[in-house]
């Protein structure tokens, strides 16, 4: 099955500057890759998110990349704010008809003031 | 964007006993949920996607007569945690997407949540 791999498991940065998650997944049939933000004792929620046939989106201060050669996606956040501070998930779909996500190990981002 | 809800948001029980816990698509309908488990400082593991009028589909190691899921309709699926255990306390999260019919998937939205803890 789909596997995701992700880094870094933490990530501290001050406040203003900008963050890079990587993940790496292994089927190269995963079409729909999105990236999640959780904070604590609460669901994840998505916050954006890319298929395969786009190499790039932008929301604002965030931005997604995809490599579909290396099989490798990241999340940028620019200009970061303490309200970023939270667990950053990746994930991809992984074959379709199968269509639960399988997830990343989890980013947790720390923005100082 | 679409809402999912679940309830309860957190349960206390004892050794031995049943939790159900609900999920619903609040505007939208799902034939295909989703139920996840995810431990302090972990990432999320599917458990078992539920299907409306059929029986789910586990992950391999999850034991279906412990963790009973039921999708009753295209808006409601719900998990009971049968003879619950201490070390099946965790966060428990459904999810769902709206009926999915083209090439890529919609946008799956997630509960908030279930915090279950057995003592």
């Known amino acids: 099955g789909e596997n995701v791999e992700q880094h870094p498991s933490t990530l501290s940065v001050q406040e203003g500057d900008s963050a890079v998650i990587k993940c790496t997944y292994s089927?190269?049939?995963?079409?729909?890759f999105p990236w999640y933000k959780q904070e604590l004792g609460k669901g994840p929620q998505l916050i954006i998110d890319i298929r395969s046939n786009v190499g790039e989106k932008k929301d604002q201060r965030i931005a997604v990349t995809l490599n579909k050669t290396a099989k490798h996606f990241s999340l940028h956040i620019t200009e970061t704010q303490p309200e970023d501070s939270a667990v950053y998930f990746c994930a991809a779909n992984g074959r379709t008809g199968r269509r639960a996500l399988t997830f990343g190990s989890g980013t947790r981002l720390q923005v100082q003031p | 964007g679409a809402v999912v809800s679940q309830h309860p948001s957190w349960v206390i029980c004892k050794s031995g006993t049943s939790v159900k816990i609900e999920c619903r698509s609040l505007d939208f309908q799902a034939t295909t949920m989703f139920w996840y488990r995810q431990f302090p400082k972990q990432s999320l593991m599917l458990m078992a996607t539920?299907?409306?009028?059929?029986?789910?589909?586990?992950e391999q190691g999850v034991e279906k007569d412990k963790f009973l899921i039921n999708h009753a309709s295209l808006t409601l699926s719900t998990l009971t945690v049968t003879s619950a255990h201490p070390e099946d306390s965790s966060f428990y999260i459904c999810?769902?997407?709206?009926?999915?019919?083209?090439?890529?998937?919609?946008?799956?939205?997630f509960g908030q949540g279930t915090r279950l803890t057995v003592v």
């Open positions: 539920s299907n409306e009028g059929s029986k789910a589909t586990y």
């Open positions: 089927d190269s049939a995963s079409n729909y």
């Open positions: 999810s769902a997407r709206e009926n999915p019919g083209g090439l890529y998937p919609t946008e799956a939205f």
